[in-house]
Structures are given as C-alpha cells and as structure tokens.
C-alpha cells in the first residue's frame, strides 16, 4: 500500500524515537527483519499507527485504498524503456534538419557540449530526484515546498505536450492508412487535389544554363516556370492532409478523415494507459518526475515529462525491446537505401567537412534550443519522397510510418501518465474511488481531444505551430531548468542531495554532476534564455506567412501560463507563511521563516535511506535530550 507524506514536524521526531526504543529494547545490536530490509517505517508495534496518528499527523505507513509504487526488476529494463522514450519523433526531422542548417557535422561541437552541461545533469537530477521523492510531478517538490509552483509549471508543460504532440501521431496515422496502396498517392500528379503546377520528375541540372530559361524541358514546362512546380509530396501534405487554408484567421472546415485518426490515436492511447501501461501487456508503472533535455524530441530541450519506474514480467519485456530497437532497424535500413542514391556522397561530405565558420555565429549554439519550423514538412515530405523511391515502396512507407507511431506513442504514453499521476496524487486517500484513474485518464483524453479539434480544421497547422513554439519550447523549457538547478543545489543543498543518491546507488556521483548543478548548467540555461528573448522574432510558417498580433498574444499567454507557476506560487507562500513581514527584519526570525518554507515534507518511505544513520543510535539511551536532537538530525 502507498505511504502517505511525512510531515516534517515532531511526528518525524517521535516516530524515529519510537523506532530507536523499539530497537533498543529488542537488545540494542540487533534489528527487526523490517530494518534489515529498509523498511524503517513499519519496525515496531504501533509505530506508524501509534505514534503518528491523530489529525494533524499525516503519517500511516498503508492505508485502505493506496496502491503501492512499485520498482524496477532488472536495470536493463529501465535502461531500454528509456531508449525506448528517448528516441522520439525529432530524431527524425529535427536533428537531421538541425545538422544540415548549422553547417553539418560541425553542429555537433555545441550539440555535445550542451550535452554534457546541460543535458546529461539534469537528466541525471531528475531521475534520482523522482526516485527519491516516489511522487509526482507535483508532490515530488515537497523537497523544498516553497517553489512547489516548479511541479504546477511541469504539469502545465506536460498537459500542452500531450495536446499537440499527438497530432503528429494522428497524421502517421494517416499516412500509414495510405500506404496501404498499390501505389502511394503522394508518388502521382494524378489525384483530385493536384493542381496543374504539380510535377513529378524535376529536370533542374537541364536548366543550368541562364539563357534556357524560356526552352521547354520537362513536359510543357520551360525552366522559369519549373521553379514554381510544385512536388506531389508536397501537394498531397498541404492539399490533401491539412488543406490548409490562408491563415489563422481562416478556420476553415473540418477534416473528417484526419478526425477519425485522431481519435483513433487516444483511443489507443487511452485504453494503453486507463490501469497503467501494464494494460498494454508491457510494464507496471510508477511515476518519476524528470526534466529531460531530450535529443529526440526538442534537440536538447528541456522536456517536463514523468517517466515510469516499471515492473515487468519476462513475458512483457519482449514488448518494450521491440519498441525501443525496431526504430533503429528501420533508420539504418532508410540509411543504406540513402547512401546508394545519386548525390548521396555530395551530401556525407557535407557533413564530413562542415562549414567551420558556422561555430563564428551565436545562432549555432541556440539552434540546440530552436524550434524548427521545417520539422513537420522533413517528417512528412522529405521521407516520404525518399520511400516513395524505394523497390516496393508501399511496404517501406508502411514500415516507416509504424515505426514513427511508436516512436510517438512511447512519449505520448509518458506524457498522459505522468499528467494522470500528478493530479491523482492531489486527491486525498479518503475520496477514493475505485475507478478513480480510469476516469482521470478518460477526462484527460477528452479535455485534449476537444482541443486538439481545432489542429484538424483548414487552419489547424497554424494553431499546431502556435502550441509547438511556445506553449512547451524554448524559453519555457530553459526557465524551468534553471529553477529546478537552483532549488536542489542552492536551496536543498548540492551536497545534501548528492548523499540522497549515495543513500540510493551505494556511492556518490561523480563531482561533475554537483558543480553543474550549481553553478554550469544554470548559467547556460539562462544564458541562452536571455539570448533567445533578446533575439525574439514573430513566428511565421514557411518564412511566407506572419502570425497577426493578437496570434502572438495567444502564443505568449501559452509560455506564461507555465512560466508565472514558480513566481506565482512563490509569492502565494511568502504571504500565506506564519509571521509578519515586519517580523523577518531579524535574522533569526527570517532563518526560522525560512526553515519552515523550505523544510522537506518527507514521505514515510524515507525512513528507508535513513536506516544506516539509526544502527549508529543503539548505544544512546534512549528519552535523553541529545538523542532526540541525533534523530532529527538523521531525518532532515
């Protein structure tokens, strides 16, 4: 059974005494089969239920209608569940489209320097914090509750993710029905929604020579009038997927087809996620809170999601290694098909000598963080274009679009997970309800479906466009990785939480990881914040069309609808706090007020990493004034 949140009052104080006595009294040297195997809080007869109980003592170590968080069985299952979210869908636009724009392999200069500043510490900080705190995105900042508004911004974040990221899904959907043809409907000039500017083969190295530029080259075309043809990849994407119409003030009508996938996609979604992701046959969950400056999906952004500790059965890890190694069989076989094709040995030499002056401009290092607007047309024109030219080509199509609904599902999958948990975890015990996650689930399905209504019209790209560059990119994503850096090395305290993880692996981590939480990493993440809001420039689609200002002021009130938590909450506490401002202007008064805003709400699980610090007591008498003072001290 889940373990409620231990306060951290003089309950944490009394039931550690009781356990020092109940130790003691059983011979002082030796420890009950619940301390040998950590489970502190449950060692002795009344312990949790004598000791803390009462109404303002939230502490009973199980309780009717709590399910217990569980772990992993074998690491090699974590570590493939997390390839198995990691790769996502921008490994197959934007890093590809990034690479290329930023002057080729040189790119990967900043890439990996962000990478060892900025993505693998707090990837690192995330996961031992969610995994010490067993909360969360919400509760697990009961490690300092005075920036609690970090797990309200997160789960903002989170709830705007899983809004538009599906849409991608819904549109391989979609792409992946129409593979299902004997010839792809994207190959042709043929179809209703071409129109006569629509060109198959383009001829462009016949039209080298200024001087042919009115001599007729492919079809009835001469060379001025082929640099406005138009690629059938192209019309089928902008004509037939999204109909897109002129602006965001064009709505437009629905398109019914795209609707269907799309519901399609939350129905799988749903009925994967209604009772955990064991129901998918794959894995137990357990929510961890993390920021992740993730490859696949923002090219290093930070990304606020809740991976899961899982449980798995042999019968079910079979699922999760074929999702986490499937999409690399597909890019590696979509890698050799390239290297054979004319022109490919131009474009690895590009990559190969890159544009060293490129590392000259400072859009080279915010391009790591950039959102780009040509992710969706890579995914969705490029690829099918190269599929399009392979032997049996419906066959690839219909692998590579299977493969990029996994890579999607995966990450959706977090994201509902995550977003269901933290609201479960504000529902007291007492309100349980036997389908209580089923209809959270269900509710959050429904809430981003209606919303996502509006990305399925003639103008949804524009609002899709809208949700990617601001609600959950960017500034958004670097200002809570800068918050969530300073609260555990400056207000928690570095070293503090690096002996939490040592409680937990056995050692510390490497130094490296504390001086990048300290100091490294937030200074980057606010550097590049700065930089970027100095550098703002309107959003436009295609470098044509430029958002009207009252677009703009929808996107902006996406960024501080997440970004106004922390300063907002923090301002929320300081007010609500005991005391007086007037009562702060000493500086015992201001410790004490501080102390009390910032002191850890432990959880009764806790007591487990605190086991070791109790077997150093035995020798204390017990009721003494400075054994008490010993264990809180063990606690905190």
């Not at 009462?54 to 772990?71: C, H, I, L, N």
């Not at 059965?313 to 190694?325: D, R």
């Not at 200074?523 to 689609?541: A, D, E, R």
Request: proline share 5%; net charge neutral.
């Amino acid at each position: 059974m889940e373990k409620q949140a231990l306060p951290a009052s003089s309950c944490s104080l009394v039931l550690l005494e009781e356990t020092k006595k109940s130790l003691l009294s059983n011979g002082g040297g030796s420890f009950p089969p619940a301390a040998a195997n950590g489970s502190l809080a449950m060692a002795g007869s009344g312990v949790v239920g004598g000791a803390c109980a009462g109404p303002d003592r939230k502490v009973t170590g199980a309780g009717p209608g709590y399910q217990e968080r569980e772990t992993w069985t074998r690491q090699m299952d974590f570590i493939m569940s997390c390839v198995g979210f990691a790769v996502g869908l921008g490994n197959v636009w934007r890093f590809p489209y990034l690479c290329y724009k930023n002057g080729g392999g040189v790119f990967l200069i900043p890439y990996l320097l962000i990478v060892f500043v900025g993505g693998i510490p707090i990837f690192f900080l995330e996961i031992a914090l969610g995994q010490f705190m067993k909360a969360g995105s919400i509760n697990v900042w009961n490690i300092a509750p005075l920036f609690k508004g970090l797990g309200y911004a997160s789960m903002v974040i989170v709830f705007f993710c899983n809004t538009y990221y599906i849409m991608v899904l819904a549109w391989g959907f979609y792409y992946l029905i129409k593979s299902f043809n004997a010839t792809l409907p994207w190959s042709t000039c043929d179809n209703e929604w071409n129109t006569p500017s629509c060109l198959e083969i383009f001829r462009h190295q016949d039209c080298s020579n200024g001087s042919l530029a009115n001599a007729t080259i492919s079809g009835n075309m001469t060379c001025a009038e082929l640099a406005d043809a138009r690629s059938p990849v192209i019309e089928f994407w902008e004509n037939k997927v999204l109909n897109i119409s002129s602006g965001l003030d064009e709505v437009g009508q629905f398109n019914w087809e795209l609707m269907l996938c799309l519901m399609a996609v939350w129905v799988m979604v749903y009925f994967c996620v209604w009772k955990g992701v064991k129901s998918t046959g794959k894995v137990t969950e357990q929510q961890n809170h993390q920021i992740f400056f993730q490859t696949s999906n923002r090219s290093l952004h930070v990304i606020v999601v809740h991976m899961m500790s899982l449980t798995n059965t042999n019968s079910n890890i079979c699922i999760v290694y074929f999702t986490a190694t499937f999409p690399y069989v597909v890019l590696i076989i979509l890698l050799v098909r390239g290297v054979t094709l004319p022109g490919a040995y131009n474009g690895i030499m590009y990559y190969i000598k890159p544009d060293w002056s490129k590392l000259e401009e400072a859009q080279e290092f915010e391009g790591v963080f950039s959102v780009c607007a040509a992710g969706p047309g890579l995914a969705f024109i490029a690829y099918p274009m190269a599929v399009s030219l392979m032997p049996v080509a419906p066959l690839w199509a219909a692998l590579f679009f299977f493969m990029l609904l996994l890579l999607g599902l995966d990450s959706q999958f977090v994201g509902v997970e995550g977003f269901v948990t933290g609201i479960l975890d504000l529902i007291p015990g007492k309100h349980h309800h036997r389908y209580k996650r089923e209809i959270a689930v269900a509710i959050c399905c429904l809430l981003c479906f209606v919303i996502d209504l509006s990305m399925v019209t003639q103008g949804g790209m524009y609002v899709f466009q809208l949700f990617d560059y601001y609600s959950a990119s960017g500034m958004t994503l670097l200002w809570q990785a800068f918050w969530e850096c300073i609260v555990v090395a400056w207000v928690y305290g570095a070293d503090r939480f690096m002996d939490d993880v040592a409680r937990m692996i056995g050692y510390r981590p490497f130094p490296w990881m504390k001086w990048c939480w300290s100091f490294i990493t937030p200074c980057v993440c606010m550097g590049i914040f700065l930089f970027h809001l100095v550098n703002y420039k309107p959003l436009t689609y295609n470098n044509v069309y430029v958002y009207p200002w009252w677009g703009e002021v929808i996107g902006w009130c996406l960024a501080l609808s997440s970004m106004l938590c922390i300063p907002v909450s923090l301002l929320y506490k300081l007010f609500r706090a005991k005391g007086t401002f007037r009562e702060v202007s000493t500086k015992h008064s201001t410790d004490k007020r501080w102390a009390h805003l910032t002191s850890p709400v432990w959880g009764a699980h806790h007591l487990e990493y605190m086991a070791p610090d109790i077997r150093s007591l035995t020798s204390l008498s017990p009721g003494t004034d400075d054994s008490k003072v010993i264990i809180f001290e063990s606690v905190m």
